[in-house]
């Protein structure tokens, strides 16, 4: 990959940024409009537009799930050197500070989705149309999921019913996590009561997403009981089942189906240089991911991060179809097709299947920019797992914890003699290592190994006390004039 500076903006300017999208549709691949501030709002179109440019932030979390594996013990950072994508490299060894040009990005992008969901909270009550809840209740949704991004990244964030202006830093304090927390579920209850089991467009937010994230908010916090209550609607629905063949839900033929609880939407349609990576409509982390100097059958080549470490390869148990799905083992791989392929900067030998290029998979655009494999946010079997976990440390229901545990190995290994029996802190264990397994390459290890006390016997170079968190971008503190402080160790 060649060495490009990104170039990023601060809080302050998306909060005075008026809101730009891509599109009048979820797939968002249509010609950009912009909305005239306090003009606006006047029809339920105007809201709908409103409601595009909020999801459009989805697809820069590209770099939230790339990190969330580099950060765990689960990938190394791979790249071209040392000094590619140094941030990714300072993230993956723990060295990172203040001054980190992609948590820059990812503190900007997701407080841009929480600015497009604000300006619309702002104005909720202009104009009345019949669908008006329905609007709400995906924004409020949509809020709740970047606010849950930054509560994860960085803790204490500010907090705020209607945009924020560039003065804002300087006199609203970072909210304690408590109160983040609580905000959050606030609009994940209204979410739920007020979306669709449905979605009314393939992309939109539902019912079922919503309580599943608030399952999982709650799950953080180790609220079991009403983290069970939660993931258990989603069970009882219906409307979500585990596909058969687990490899299939990573091609681009099984976007969107019945295990898909949430998936951000990507497209090739549109392409994006790497001076704008938020820009791209295709999913970036899957160029990033790409196997380097690639050539030969199936896959498109790329720029090697984000590569397993042999730690989670050997965390597959012998007969896991899983395994083959989420790891490729490029050099057994070579040997059977006759593909060729280069060796990049901390080569471990494997690579994120899940998440690798296909060839075919564009119609126009860069392969490592847009790529259109969508993100699958929120899967059932995570849903089944997490309520397994907290049936289980709740003290509420071990076997129906296992219940949901066995349901999600069957899949894996085609059969029923591989069911857990254990139960209590054994079986919490075994909960915790499908996680892994069941997950990998999609984001979630990181956060998992924090929230459970173990990041720091786990990941080399974890301080405790420390990088629980992230650090808050140097220049929002600075900005802050003093009403910031930085997080702890930073």
């Given at each position: 990959m060649?060495?490009?500076?990104?170039?990023?903006v601060?809080?302050?300017?998306?909060?005075?940024?008026?809101?730009?999208?891509?599109?009048?549709?979820?797939?968002?691949?249509?010609?950009?409009?912009?909305?005239?501030?306090?003009?606006?709002?006047?029809?339920?179109?105007?809201?709908?537009?409103?409601?595009?440019?909020?999801?459009?932030?989805?697809?820069?979390?590209?770099?939230n799930v790339l990190?969330?594996?580099?950060?765990?013990?689960?990938?190394?950072?791979?790249?071209?050197?040392?000094?590619?994508?140094?941030?990714?490299?300072?993230?993956d060894?723990?060295?990172?500070?203040?001054?980190?040009?992609?948590?820059?990005?990812?503190?900007?992008?997701m407080?841009?989705?929480?600015?497009?969901?604000?300006?619309?909270?702002?104005?909720?009550?202009?104009?009345?149309?019949?669908?008006?809840?329905?609007?709400?209740?995906?924004?409020?949704?949509l809020?709740?999921?970047?606010?849950?991004?930054?509560?994860?990244?960085?803790?204490?964030?500010?907090?705020?019913?209607?945009?924020?202006?560039t003065?804002?830093?300087?006199?609203?304090?970072?909210?304690?996590?408590?109160?983040?927390?609580?905000?959050?579920?606030?609009?994940?209850?209204?979410?739920?009561?007020?979306?669709?089991?449905?979605?009314?467009?393939?992309?939109?937010?539902?019912?079922?997403?919503?309580?599943?994230?608030?399952?999982?908010?709650?799950?953080?916090?180790?609220?079991?009981?009403?983290?069970?209550?939660?993931?258990?609607?989603?069970?009882?629905s219906?409307?979500?089942?585990?596909?058969?063949?687990?490899?299939?839900?990573?091609?681009?033929?099984?976007?969107?189906?019945p295990?898909?609880?949430?998936?951000?939407?990507?497209?090739?349609?549109?392409?994006?240089?790497?001076?704008?990576?938020?820009?791209s409509?295709?999913?970036?982390?899957?160029?990033?991911?790409?196997?380097?100097?690639?050539?030969?059958?199936?896959f498109?080549?790329?720029?090697?991060?984000?590569?397993?470490?042999?730690?989670?390869?050997?965390?597959?148990?012998?007969?896991?179809?899983?395994?083959?799905?989420?790891?490729?083992?490029?050099?057994?791989?070579?040997?059977?097709?006759?593909?060729?392929?280069?060796?990049?900067?901390?080569?471990?030998?494997?690579?994120?299947r899940?998440?690798?290029?296909?060839?075919?998979?564009?119609?126009?655009?860069?392969?490592?920019l847009?790529?259109?494999?969508?993100?699958?946010?929120?899967r059932?079997?995570?849903?089944?797992?997490?309520?397994?976990?907290?049936?289980n440390?709740?003290?509420?229901d071990?076997?129906?914890?296992k219940?949901?545990?066995?349901?999600?190995?069957?899949?894996?290994?085609?059969?029923?003699?591989?069911?857990i029996?254990?139960?209590?802190?054994?079986?919490?264990?075994?909960?915790?290592?499908?996680?892994?397994?069941?997950?990998?390459?999609?984001?979630?290890?990181?956060?998992?190994?924090?929230?459970?006390?173990?990041?720091?016997?786990?990941?080399?170079?974890?301080?405790?006390?420390?990088?629980?968190?992230?650090?808050v971008?140097?220049?929002?503190?600075q900005?802050?004039s003093?009403?910031?402080?930085?997080?702890q160790?930073?």
């Amino acid at each position: 990959m060649k060495k490009t500076h990104i170039i990023t903006v601060t809080l302050l300017t998306f909060f005075a940024t008026s809101f730009i999208s891509c599109g009048d549709d979820f797939t968002v691949d249509k010609p950009p409009y912009s909305i005239d501030s306090e003009n606006y709002f006047n029809s339920e179109e105007d809201y709908n537009k409103a409601l595009i440019a909020a999801y459009d932030l989805l697809q820069a979390s590209y770099v939230n799930v790339l990190l969330g594996e580099i950060a765990s013990d689960n990938t190394a950072s791979g790249g071209e050197s040392a000094t590619d994508v140094i941030g990714f490299q300072q993230v993956d060894e723990m060295t990172h500070t203040p001054v980190n040009a992609n948590l820059k990005n990812l503190w900007d992008w997701m407080f841009a989705g929480v600015n497009r969901c604000n300006y619309i909270i702002e104005f909720k009550d202009k104009t009345d149309f019949p669908n008006k809840n329905q609007v709400l209740g995906e924004t409020y949704f949509l809020r709740a999921y970047y606010n849950f991004e930054l509560l994860k990244w960085f803790g204490p964030i500010p907090l705020k019913d209607s945009r924020f202006t560039t003065t804002d830093v300087t006199t609203i304090p970072r909210s304690p996590v408590e109160e983040v927390y609580a905000s959050i579920e606030n609009d994940l209850k209204f979410a739920v009561d007020n979306l669709n089991p449905v979605p009314a467009q393939i992309g939109r937010a539902t019912k079922g997403a919503a309580q599943a994230l608030l399952g999982k908010v709650y799950l953080y916090q180790e609220k079991y009981t009403d983290a069970a209550a939660s993931l258990q609607g989603v069970i009882d629905s219906g409307n979500y089942s585990l596909v058969a063949d687990y490899n299939a839900i990573f091609e681009n033929t099984g976007e969107n189906g019945p295990e898909s609880v949430f998936e951000v939407q990507y497209t090739d349609i549109e392409g994006a240089g790497f001076g704008c990576l938020q820009c791209s409509e295709g999913n970036v982390a899957v160029g990033f991911n790409g196997i380097r100097n690639y050539s030969g059958p199936l896959f498109d080549s790329g720029y090697s991060f984000n590569v397993p470490r042999q730690e989670v390869v050997d965390a597959f148990e012998a007969g896991d179809s899983r395994k083959d799905v989420a790891i490729l083992d490029i050099a057994a791989w070579a040997a059977s097709t006759g593909a060729s392929y280069g060796t990049g900067y901390k080569h471990t030998g494997y690579y994120n299947r899940k998440y690798l290029a296909r060839q075919g998979d564009l119609n126009t655009g860069d392969q490592n920019l847009t790529n259109p494999n969508n993100y699958r946010a929120i899967r059932y079997a995570d849903v089944l797992l997490m309520a397994a976990e907290a049936y289980n440390r709740g003290g509420i229901d071990d076997t129906k914890a296992k219940e949901y545990l066995n349901l999600v190995r069957r899949r894996a290994f085609h059969d029923f003699n591989h069911d857990i029996t254990a139960s209590g802190p054994a079986l919490t264990d075994l909960i915790f290592a499908e996680r892994r397994v069941e997950l990998v390459g999609e984001g979630h290890r990181f956060f998992d190994l924090v929230r459970t006390g173990k990041a720091a016997q786990e990941i080399e170079g974890f301080t405790p006390n420390k990088n629980e968190l992230f650090p808050v971008p140097f220049e929002e503190i600075q900005f802050s004039s003093g009403n910031w402080t930085q997080n702890q160790g930073y």
